[in-house]
């Protein structure tokens, strides 16, 4: 309840009219689970404005990936983050050492087999605003361990001056989100991630252009 409160009463008005949040491919957003949301990162907002662009309906099956040495360190962040966000801790290091990429993707994996809706930045962190960093491989992993799982890539314009990194200060901004088609396995991991990463950086280059997106 206190999940579908935040989102209905703060979040949803703060995008949609405070920002002004326009999306644009509705038709292309799952009805149910599971699905692998891709998208760009520049901004802490990225995760509540790709959740709010699904219907509330559709909070208990969504997830987000996130850092769990960042996000799941105790207090109330964690608290925060795990039961109203709804985030799939990654652990990236265990006793000092780096985990593989399967064992760092394991719970993220788990969530797609269990049949959730997961939000995933394949970047890895957030960049500058508006500019798009190499993929990491970790998408076509799990795109290999799920091959019957759609990715839908989504571009996120404008977040990243609306509420930049190592900002605290929300700025007013016009914000949209592109929607894509959703993309199925293709059987070689680098092609794949490649493949996402175009489709997204074309979604970037028509930014503002609204004849692309009719």
Do not use: C
Not at 57 to 77: I, Q, T, V
Not at 186 to 197: K, L, N, Y
């Amino acid at each position: 309840m206190l999940r579908w409160l935040f989102f209905a009463a703060f979040v949803r008005p703060l995008v949609f009219l405070f920002l002004g949040l326009k999306v644009r491919g509705y038709e292309h957003l799952p009805i149910q689970g599971p699905a692998l949301v891709v998208a760009n990162h520049n901004s802490h907002l990225d995760t509540v404005v790709l959740m709010s662009i699904f219907p509330l309906s559709s909070l208990p099956d969504l997830r987000a990936a996130a850092a769990a040495d960042y996000w799941a360190s105790g207090g109330f962040k964690a608290w925060f983050a795990s039961k109203i966000i709804g985030i799939v801790p990654v652990v990236r290091k265990r006793d000092g050492a780096k985990l593989s990429a399967q064992e760092v993707l394991e719970p993220i994996d788990s969530a797609l087999k269990a049949g959730r809706i997961v939000i995933f930045f394949p970047e890895g962190t957030r960049g500058e605003p508006e500019r798009l960093q190499d993929f990491k491989v970790g998408l076509g992993i799990l795109a290999k361990e799920n091959p019957l799982v759609p990715v839908l890539p989504v571009y996120l314009y404008g977040l990243g001056k609306a509420l930049p990194r190592g900002e605290a200060l929300l700025v007013p901004q016009f914000v949209d989100a592109f929607v894509g088609a959703p993309a199925l396995f293709t059987g070689e991991v680098g092609p794949f991630v490649r493949h996402v990463q175009t489709t997204i950086e074309e979604m970037r280059e028509g930014a503002g252009r609204d004849e692309v997106w009719e």
